[in-house]
């Protein structure tokens, strides 16, 4: 029996649709936001940070700061998955600067 056109397939939530979401506080949309992009962005952590263990931490801390600026960042123009590239890449920035100040040097 043909499935009638009003009762097509549900349209997936984009990231931003999700960081939108977020926004109001939707905890649902947050784990769903979260286990759509968990493991792109521990991937790209691990990569770019050359640790599993760091790349958890900075993880970690991405997601904190989705749930924390999403309500003051998901204005109606936002591209959600550019926003959270940024975060990403800007944490991943911060903690290589950062290992890279507390790396002891050793003498020539």
Known sequence: MPVPSTHGMPVP??????VRRIA???QAAFGRFYRR??????TQLSDSLGSP????????A?????????P???SSDLDGLAWVTDIV???AAEQLHHSRQITPRLPS
């Open 13 to 18: 939530e984009t990231v931003t649709d999700l």
């Open 24 to 26: 109001a506080r939707d």
């Open 37 to 42: 992009l968990v493991r792109d962005i521990f």
């Open 53 to 60: 263990a760091l790349a958890v931490a900075v993880t970690r």
């Open 62 to 70: 991405v997601f904190v700061e989705v749930w924390r600026l999403a």
């Open 72 to 74: 003051t960042s998901a």
């Open 89 to 91: 890449a800007r944490r």
